[in-house]
Nanobody, 121 residues
Framework: QVQVVESGGGLVQAGESLRLSCAAS????????MGWYRQAPGKQRELVAT???????NYADSAKGRFTISRDNAKNTVYLQMSSLQLEDTAVYYC???????????????WGKGILVTVSS
């Protein structure tokens, strides 16, 4: 019913920037909160940033001042602009979307499959 696809990952050097995108498609009535999470090797998945449908944002301390989350409601797409990347930002990044599917009685969370970001020295 809903497909969630991340793009934009890859290998960058420390200090460089990268922009991730996550697009939802399918039988969507509305997308509410959109968020980015990440999981580094050997660690638990953690919140990076979220953005409400109205544009209110929330960031992990590690992302504040370096990452910017934004969204395009017409495209059901969320972005994560990452700058001043550090070695410790290396992780698989996942997006999570709170979606109300057409014809359903409630909203549900949908996760992307994840995309790898590798920061090298």
């Amino acid at each position: 019913q809903v497909q969630v696809v991340e793009s934009g990952g890859g290998l960058v050097q420390a200090g460089e920037s990268l922009r991730l995108s996550c697009a939802a498609s399918g039988s969507i009535f509305s997308v509410y909160t959109m968020g980015w999470y990440r999981q580094a090797p050997g660690k638990q998945r953690e919140l990076v940033a979220t953005i409400s449908r109205g544009g209110s944002t929330n960031y992990a301390d590690s992302a504040k001042g370096r990452f910017t989350i934004s969204r395009d409601n017409a495209k059901n797409t969320v972005y994560l602009q990452m700058s001043s990347l550090q070695l410790e930002d290396t992780a698989v990044y996942y997006c999570k979307l709170d979606v109300w599917v057409r014809g359903s009685t409630n909203d549900m969370d949908y996760w992307g499959k994840g995309i790898l970001v590798t920061v090298s020295s």
